[in-house]
Structures are given as structure tokens and as C-alpha cells.
């Protein structure tokens, strides 16, 4: 008989968020959100879609919950739409938005599956632009409003909470490149809006803490930094982007506050200091709140030394591996010894702190075929190869409580559309049918083995990779 490392209690679970799944944009109540302004745009999202339907979930969400009980899943996190709750960014809740969550965690936990609510998956009521969004600093009262509501109601019976999904790419797609809602391209916005997502994060503890027991954190979305060669130009470079990406973040969440050597980059970047942004109290007001870390991770950044330029604030580029290097669908570099390693660093660095995985996965394009299935073999292979990195570091002994995959079901992309597939389930768009892929029989295998069950699928094998797209964040 052989062991596994996986408690049995570990969290095996799927994620998803509300936007990328729920349509029904007008209905209950709800108020516009930035994405529906940013869709709206041409150009904005890829193959002009939007989001008006998308998985049709907010009308199928009992047949989501059949599909992840059928499997045998534990937990599901997926996201409240802000604006359902507060149409018009403040004031009073919308109680209809809050009945239908209500709904939700209640079949969840009827059906013995932990809901894990996450409270900001990027689609903010679109009133709260009117002071900039997370530029502004009013964002932080009025996301700890939304999460007060949303912990007054439904934090009796949640146990598990995130109050952000991924400060870094809202700071970056949304404030920086403009690559997502708002469409801001502003440095000094960039590095206001980060903060007063993370400032939102305590600001938002401290409201929901009389009304829930449950552990509440922010998912990060972590990627390890790695040296394109030996040289020491290349090591500063990996260094200086583990700060932009992942310190930045990490340090003012669980060490006390901002790294000094990023801060520096900052204020080089910007000409100035950041004082007029990061006002005294601000750390205290972030740190020693979290009770776990929630962490995205799809790989790594291959970092080489550069020149900054108009579109390079920092001295470092994105160059990727050289030779050969198993890839996504959509060229997306797979790494899962870096989750290992990323896991051993957090335990060293962070220690402990509890972890959870709250998305992994992979843009794999496969559809059924002339049996009605899907074969995404390849995703199964990604799962395998990540659940295997999972187990060595929960053998090293890192404090892993949970692993959510992204995502349950083929969703709305962001500005990608509905090209990229990311789900264990297929969407057929037009139908809203869901078909369980090869991959999600798999993984309730997985599951109900509490590891890896044998298999003769091989390593993790990828086809031609396409366009990689982290390489142009910089
Ligand atoms: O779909 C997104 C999700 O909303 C946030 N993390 C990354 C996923 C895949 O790009």
C-alpha cells in the first residue's frame, strides 16, 4: 500500500469567478461593473465578446454544483459579483444579490463541498469610478462596505474567505497597460491602485471579523523569477521582478511591509517618492491580518538584464527559456518543479503560514470529439505533474491545505474571449451545455485516491506552443 502526503482533510477543489461565468448582467438588482464598461469597447476583448451570457451560470449554477459533487470535490471557490451587492458602488447592499449567494453556499454545504468566497475577482461597480476606481483611495471604505455585507450575511457558514484575487495583475492589465477594465495606462495609478487593493485586503479584514469565524487572505498570483544565464546583470534582473511581482505583495501581507529595494525602483520609476501614495499607518494597516496565503501559480519568468525606455520602467525583460520547454496551448512555459520550489521558499520565507493553491491550470483547446467526449489528455497530464509537485513539498514539510483548480468550467477569458479553454469542463457557448472532460475524471481519481493514482499517460507533453503571452507584461 502506498502513502500520500495529502492530509485527509486537504482542500481538492475547482475555482471560478463570477464574472467569467454568470451572464445575467441586468438582472436583480445588479449594478454595472467595470468589465461591462471595458467590453464594450472595440477591440477590448478579444473576438469581440462579452459577457452577457458566458456560462450562463447565474441561471445554472445548481447543475455547476451537481457536476462538482459528481466528481467528489471538496471545495469550491468562486467569486461574488460586487455590483449584485452594491449596485451602486455604496450604500445599502442588494439583498437579492445576496440572497442568490446565499443560495449557493448553502447547496455547497449541503452537499459536504467547502464554498470558498472570494470577495474581488476584478469586477468592481463601475460608480466606484468616479473616484478612479482602485487609483482612488476612496476604494478601500467602499470595498470594506461590500465585504462587511457580504460577511454579515453569509459569514456564519463560510469558512473560508478571499478578499482579492491577484493585486498584481490588477495593477498591472487594468492600471499600468490598460490591458483590462478600467483601461488606465498610468504608472503612478498603477502603483496607487496595488496598494489600495492590498490596504482594501486589511481594511476589509478588520470589517468582517466580528461577523465570521472564518480564515480570511488574498490570493496572490506568484511566479517564481528565474536568471536567463549566470551573469550577476541577469541575477539582479530576476531579483528586481521577484520584487516588482512577487515581494511587493508578499512583504506588506506577511512581513511587515514594503521591500525597500522594489520601493527604490518605485521611486525611480515615478521621479519621486511614494509618499503621496503609501501614507504612515498604511503597513500596520495591511500586515499581521491574514490567516493564510492563497496562491495563483501558472510559471515562471525567465528574467534578463535590460534598458529602461518609455515602455520599460525597470531594468529587466521577460525573455523566456531558450530550447526545449513544455508549453500550454497558448505557449504558456509549464513548470511544475517551480510550484515545488515556490512552496519550499514561501514555508522558509513566510514560515508558518498556512498555503493554499487557489488556481492552477492550463489553456488547452480540445473539444469533444465524434464519441461526445473530451480527451484533453495533455490537461491531465498538467494536473498530474502539479498534484506530484504538491505532494514533495507537502513531504518537506510545507503547511499545503488546499489545491483549487482553475477552472471548473471553459469560461469568459478576460480580454482573450472565449478562445483560451480553461476549464476540467467543456462550455459549448452557444448551449451552455457542459460536457466533464477526461481531465476532471482524472482528477476525482485523484481525489478520491487522496494523491496520485497510478498511470501510464507519461510526462507532460505540450504541442506547438503559440504566442507566449506573460512575455509582454514586461
Ligand atoms: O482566468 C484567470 C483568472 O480570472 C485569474 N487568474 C488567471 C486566470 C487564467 O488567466
Known amino acids: 500500500m502506498t502513502t500520500t502526503p495529502f492530509p485527509a482533510d486537504f482542500l481538492w477543489g475547482a475555482a471560478t469567478s463570477a464574472y467569467q461565468i454568470e451572464g445575467s448582467l441586468d438582472v436583480d438588482g445588479r449594478g454595472r461593473s467595470i468589465w461591462d464598461s471595458f467590453a464594450e469597447q472595440p477591440g477590448a476583448i478579444e473576438g469581440g465578446g462579452d459577457a452577457r451570457i458566458a456560462c450562463d451560470s447565474y441561471r445554472r449554477w445548481q447543475e455547476d454544483i451537481e457536476i462538482l459533487a459528481d466528481l467528489g470535490l471538496r471545495a469550491y471557490r468562486f467569486s461574488l459579483a460586487w455590483s449584485r451587492i452594491m449596485p451602486d458602488g455604496r450604500g445599502r447592499p442588494n439583498?437579492?444579490?445576496?440572497?442568490?449567494?446565499?443560495?449557493?453556499?448553502?447547496?455547497?454545504?449541503?452537499?459536504?463541498?467547502?464554498?470558498?468566497?472570494?470577495?474581488?475577482?476584478?469586477?468592481?461597480?463601475?460608480?466606484?469610478?468616479?473616484?478612479?476606481?482602485?487609483a482612488g483611495r476612496e476604494s478601500v471604505g467602499a470595498f470594506a462596505e461590500y465585504?462587511?455585507?457580504?460577511?454579515?450575511?453569509?459569514?456564519?457558514?463560510?469558512?473560508?474567505?478571499?478578499?482579492?484575487?491577484?493585486?498584481?495583475i490588477i495593477q498591472l492589465l487594468g492600471y499600468q497597460l490598460g490591458l483590462h477594465a478600467p483601461g488606465i495606462r498610468d504608472l503612478h495609478a498603477a502603483v496607487a491602485a496595488g496598494h489600495h487593493v492590498l490596504?482594501?485586503?486589511?481594511?476589509?479584514?478588520?470589517?468582517?471579523?466580528?461577523?465570521?469565524?472564518?480564515?480570511?487572505?488574498?490570493?496572490?498570483?506568484?511566479?517564481?523569477?528565474?536568471?536567463?544565464?549566470d551573469s550577476p546583470e541577469d541575477a539582479a534582473a530576476a531579483h528586481g521582478s521577484d520584487g516588482y511581482v512577487n515581494r511587493w505583495?508578499?512583504?506588506?501581507?506577511?512581513?511587515?511591509?514594503?521591500?525597500?529595494?522594489?520601493?527604490?525602483?518605485?521611486?525611480?520609476?515615478?521621479?519621486?517618492s511614494l509618499d503621496d501614495i503609501i501614507r504612515e499607518g498604511d503597513e500596520a494597516a495591511i500586515g499581521e491580518r491574514s490567516d493564510f496565503l492563497a496562491l495563483n501559480f501558472y510559471t515562471h519568468r525567465v528574467m534578463a538584464a535590460a534598458e529602461t525606455g518609455p515602455d520599460r520602467p525597470f531594468p529587466w525583460q521577460v525573455v523566456g527559456s531558450t530550447g526545449e520547454v513544455d508549453r500550454t496551448d497558448e505557449g504558456t512555459e509549464i513548470v511544475p518543479n517551480a510550484l515545488r520550489d515556490l512552496l519550499l521558499r514561501l514555508h522558509r520565507d513566510y514560515p508558518g503560514v498556512p498555503l493554499m493553491i487557489t488556481e492552477n491550470g492550463a489553456i488547452y483547446g480540445d473539444s469533444p470529439t465524434h464519441d461526445g467526449r473530451v480527451h484533453d489528455v495533455r490537461r491531465t497530464r498538467y494536473l498530474r505533474a502539479h498534484v506530484a509537485a504538491m505532494a514533495e513539498a507537502l513531504a518537506a514539510g510545507v503547511?499545503?491545505?488546499?489545491?483549487?483548480?482553475?477552472?471548473?468550467?471553459?469560461?469568459?477569458?478576460w480580454a482573450l474571449g472565449y478562445r483560451?479553454?480553461?476549464?476540467?469542463?467543456?462550455?459549448?457557448?452557444?448551449?451552455?451545455?457542459?460536457?466533464?472532460?477526461?481531465?476532471?475524471?482524472?482528477?476525482?481519481?485523484?481525489?478520491?485516491?487522496?494523491?496520485?493514482?497510478?498511470?501510464?499517460?507519461?510526462?507532460?507533453?505540450?504541442?506547438?506552443?503559440l504566442v507566449d503571452s506573460l512575455g509582454a507584461f514586461g
Not at 444579490?97 to 469586477?123: M, Q
Not at 486589511?202 to 511566479?223: E, F, P, W
Not at 505583495?249 to 519621486?272: K, T, V
Not at 448551449?431 to 481525489?447: C, F, N, P, T, W
Open 199 to 229: 490596504l482594501g485586503h486589511g481594511a476589509a479584514v478588520d470589517a468582517m471579523r466580528s461577523t465570521t469565524k472564518g480564515r480570511i487572505g488574498a490570493a496572490l498570483n506568484l511566479l517564481p523569477c528565474v536568471p536567463a544565464s
Open 249 to 272: 505583495f508578499l512583504d506588506p501581507l506577511l512581513a511587515g511591509g514594503y521591500p525597500d529595494d522594489m520601493q527604490e525602483h518605485w521611486e525611480r520609476a515615478l521621479g519621486g
Open 95 to 134: 439583498e437579492r444579490g445576496l440572497d442568490h449567494y446565499e443560495r449557493i453556499v448553502d447547496a455547497l454545504r449541503e452537499k459536504g463541498i467547502e464554498p470558498i468566497v472570494t470577495l474581488n475577482h476584478w469586477d468592481m461597480p463601475e460608480a466606484l469610478m468616479a473616484h478612479r476606481g482602485w
Open 420 to 465: 483560451p479553454r480553461f476549464g476540467l469542463v467543456y462550455v459549448d457557448f452557444r448551449s451552455g451545455e457542459r460536457i466533464v472532460k477526461d481531465s476532471a475524471l482524472h482528477y476525482a481519481q485523484i481525489v478520491r485516491s487522496g494523491g496520485l493514482p497510478a498511470s501510464d499517460l507519461g510526462p507532460v507533453t505540450a504541442e506547438a506552443p
Open 399 to 413: 503547511p499545503l491545505v488546499g489545491y483549487t483548480h482553475w477552472s471548473l468550467l471553459d469560461n469568459f477569458e
Open 147 to 168: 465585504a462587511a455585507a457580504a460577511s454579515a450575511r453569509l459569514g456564519d457558514r463560510v469558512d473560508r474567505w478571499i478578499t482579492q484575487n491577484e493585486p498584481w
